[in-house]
């Protein structure tokens, strides 16, 4: 790791295949294929940038019993090295033509007998980090042995966060709390977006985080059009409502909540709907506990807004937290996925306050037994006017 005293210690990464593991047997599935950044960092603790390069794949095998494979390139050996991780096959890659193909059906193969599975996430919000005719070779050299979807293996057990991944994920929220806690000094009237957007960025790195992977938001005259778009050229007038997002990472897990800004003055609706998502907040930050599902977050945070005679919006009204921006569940009416203790979520309620204009607030909390606890400084209970 870039940084050998982040690591976590041995057991937290033994627990954590032995849990997957333990599903891989239950489904009678005799190993299971990652290559994906996340999934890998989650077993192995391999943590780099350079997944941002796309010309090499990178596996990770689990199988249903000993110890899980890294078989790489050979670019990665020294870091993949200071992992827990002792079995470490390499080819040089990029190799056009057999691109670590053989060598991965090599490892699979003495894994997994003729008649065994290979698991493989193919579910929502999984990807294959590969590709896809590589991916036909290595199951053509599999044959009889079957594909299957693992999907459930992976996401079921990284969703209950253990203590040491729960401060990992606060430590990241602290830098993007100093970091709002600087906003009065980033954004004002005046200011381009697009100056702000850059400034918030950079005061999140000089709060501690080790990179910035999402800084998003909008403003607009009582509110704004979207949460996803570049930032404009435009400074910001008397009337805007800012929002600023951020997924800011520390330790290899992300943050990720948002905070709201009126400029010079604060209007009527703006006020109104800032306070309905507080509100709204506030009811899941009471009354969430384990056993409830996704649906019912979700049911919870729209029946509190539209008691407050505002129109819910946005979508989904929270997600999953951890080492991507955005894990499973959703809050959304069709999302059944029990929520348990020790899942980190976001409580992200958003609302329609005119044709094209919007508001949405957000916070980070773990779900214990005696309900949410937040992992970020709560905002303000009245939305904020800067100058």
Known sequence: MAETAARFPDSEFRTRVEALQTRLRAADTDALLLTGAADIFYVTGFLTRFWESPARPWFVVVPARGAPIAVIPSIGLDLMSQTWLRDIRTWDAPTPGDDGVSLLAETLRSVIPESGRLGVPMGAETALRMPMADFQHVIAQLTPRRIVDATDVIQRVREIKSDAEVER???????????????????????????????????????????????????????????????????????????????????????????????????????????????????????????????????????????????????????????????????????????????????????????????????????????????????????????
């Open 169 to 387: 994920i606060r430590a990241a929220c602290r830098v993007a709390d100093a970091a709002f806690a600087q906003i009065g000094d980033i954004a004002g009237c005046g200011i381009p977006l697009d100056q702000i957007f850059s400034d918030f960025q950079i005061a999140l790195l000089a709060a501690g985080a080790d990179w910035v992977s999402y800084v998003a938001g909008g403003a607009g005259r009582g509110g704004y059009r979207d949460v996803i778009s570049p930032a404009p050229h435009r400074p910001l007038v008397r009337g805007d409502v800012l929002m600023l997002d951020t997924g800011a990472v520390k330790g290899g897990y992300f943050c990720d909540f948002d905070r709201n800004f009126a400029i010079r003055e604060a209007g009527d609706e703006a006020r109104r709907t800032y306070d309905a998502l507080y509100a709204a907040t506030e009811t899941v930050l009471q009354d969430l506990r384990p056993g409830m599902t996704a649906a019912d977050a979700h049911r919870m945070l729209t029946g509190s807004l539209e008691k407050s005679g505002v129109q819910p919006g946005g979508g989904r009204l929270g997600h999953g937290l951890g080492v991507t921006l955005t894990e499973w569940p959703s809050f959304i009416p069709a999302d059944h996925t029990e929520l348990r203790e020790g899942m980190v979520l976001t409580v992200e309620p958003g609302a329609v306050i005119a044709p094209g204009r919007m508001m949405v607030h957000e916070e980070n909390i773990v779900l214990r037994a005696s309900g949410p606890e937040l992992l970020n400084r709560r905002a303000a209970a009245e939305l904020p006017v800067l100058g």
